[in-house]
């Protein structure tokens, strides 16, 4: 598996490809299309990304001392950004989790071409995935 850093230069990378953010968040929504699916039984309130303007589910399990998250938006823009931060994080340790940087999402505009809401949104998706991280760290000691 893709350490987090590696995974995070590929993204940079492909966003790289795209000459205007028109064709980057046509991107971001093909990205949220190639969600898997989640259980529908993990579409809760308590896995509800508190602080986002489109409802977003989190579901985390731990698999092998790996975190495995799973998704869903129902905003397609909401969905590829949850999209691209499963694709960093899911399958990796909760310590790599908890230490890896977001730098990638400001390399590649992200946070500064997003509504203040979704910017928003997307600061509470990242601290969400972190949080499991922690909680699941805490267990593993």
């Known amino acids: ?11 940079v990378d492909e966003f790289s490809l795209f000459e205007d953010w028109m064709q980057r968040y046509e991107y971001m929504i093909e990205l949220g299309k190639t969600l898997e699916p989640m259980n529908e039984n993990h579409k809760t ?27 869903d938006s129902d905003a397609i823009i909401t969905k590829g950004i949850i999209a691209i931060l499963i694709r960093t994080f899911s399958n990796q340790k909760p310590k790599a989790i908890l230490e890896a940087s977001t730098a ?4 590649i505009g992200l946070k500064e071409h997003l509504s203040p809401t979704r ?3 997307l600061v509470s998706m990242i601290k969400q995935l972190k949080n499991y991280a922690l909680a699941y760290q805490a267990k593993l000691n």
């Open 119 to 121: 910017a928003n949104g």
């Open 104 to 107: 990638f999402i400001d390399e």
């Open 1 to 11: 598996m893709a350490e987090i850093q590696e995974i995070q230069n590929e993204i």
């Open 45 to 71: 309130d308590d896995n509800i990304i508190k602080g986002c303007q489109s409802r977003v589910w989190v579901h985390a399990d731990l698999k092998e001392d790996k975190i495995v998250f799973t998704a």
